[in-house]
């Protein structure tokens, strides 16, 4: 249980550094995991900035996640749910570039200029938990595009589920606790209130310590 975000990204970045864990760019992803990231980009002197992707709502029920994209248009499907719901081609392509372009947005919208360049950099990516795992592959997708050389999860909390498919898109995924009656992120945080845009923008203004 962690008390709140900034407290499971202090624990984490304990872990990071008990590994030995060396980076030269921190990722979090928005709005949540920036309070969490803030203190992992500190301990490792990294640059801390995002990586955003957004989730392919199904037909008719849009919360339940047929895959995600990230800001570049990098995609993952769920083939398996895509088959059972019988998703047309026509409506992955319409969401994907709809959900592509407002992530797109998004990441412009936390950046004050471009994105860091990740060619040739070690990367860790911070969320504050991972439930599917959609979002999560999304984005590390999208920072194996951009050149990393180094791709890294690492999150307080993950549905021993996701970790396992985790460990297939990153060189290690790192979480302080899979617990095996994972049911949803909250429930291991005393306080998981909703992170705004101007809170989460304000952790990138911080200068690393």
Same mark, same amino acid.
């Given at each position: 249980m962690f008390a709140d975000r900034t407290e499971a990204g202090e624990r984490l970045a304990d872990e990071l550094e008990r590994q030995g864990v060396e980076a030269d760019v921190v990722l979090g992803i928005p709005r949540g995991a920036l309070p969490v990231a803030r203190p992992v980009a500190d301990a490792l002197d990294a640059t801390l900035d995002v990586v955003v992707a957004r989730k392919l709502g199904a037909p008719m029920n849009p919360e339940l996640a047929l895959g995600a994209v990230g800001s570049d248009g990098t995609v993952w499907l769920?083939?398996? %749910? $895509?088959s059972q719901l019988n998703v047309s081609e026509e409506y992955l392509e319409d969401v994907r570039q709809e959900e592509a372009e407002n992530a797109a947005k998004k990441a412009d919208r936390y950046r004050d200029g471009d994105a860091v360049s990740l060619e040739d950099?070690? &990367? $860790? $990516? &911070?969320?504050d938990g991972v439930a599917t795992g959609a979002t999560a592959t999304a984005c590390l997708r999208q920072v194996r595009? @951009?050149?990393?050389?180094?791709?890294? %999860? @690492? &999150?307080p909390v993950s549905s021993p589920d996701s970790f396992d498919k985790l460990e297939g898109e990153a060189d290690e995924v790192?979480?302080?606790e899979t617990p095996p009656d994972?049911? @949803? &992120?909250g429930q291991y945080y005393r306080n998981f209130g909703q992170v705004s845009d101007e809170e989460a923008m304000a952790y990138l203004d911080q200068s690393s310590s």
């Amino acid at each position: 249980m962690f008390a709140d975000r900034t407290e499971a990204g202090e624990r984490l970045a304990d872990e990071l550094e008990r590994q030995g864990v060396e980076a030269d760019v921190v990722l979090g992803i928005p709005r949540g995991a920036l309070p969490v990231a803030r203190p992992v980009a500190d301990a490792l002197d990294a640059t801390l900035d995002v990586v955003v992707a957004r989730k392919l709502g199904a037909p008719m029920n849009p919360e339940l996640a047929l895959g995600a994209v990230g800001s570049d248009g990098t995609v993952w499907l769920n083939d398996r %749910l $895509v088959s059972q719901l019988n998703v047309s081609e026509e409506y992955l392509e319409d969401v994907r570039q709809e959900e592509a372009e407002n992530a797109a947005k998004k990441a412009d919208r936390y950046r004050d200029g471009d994105a860091v360049s990740l060619e040739d950099a070690r &990367v $860790v $990516v &911070v969320d504050d938990g991972v439930a599917t795992g959609a979002t999560a592959t999304a984005c590390l997708r999208q920072v194996r595009e @951009a050149g990393a050389s180094m791709v890294i %999860l @690492a &999150v307080p909390v993950s549905s021993p589920d996701s970790f396992d498919k985790l460990e297939g898109e990153a060189d290690e995924v790192i979480a302080l606790e899979t617990p095996p009656d994972f049911r @949803a &992120v909250g429930q291991y945080y005393r306080n998981f209130g909703q992170v705004s845009d101007e809170e989460a923008m304000a952790y990138l203004d911080q200068s690393s310590s």
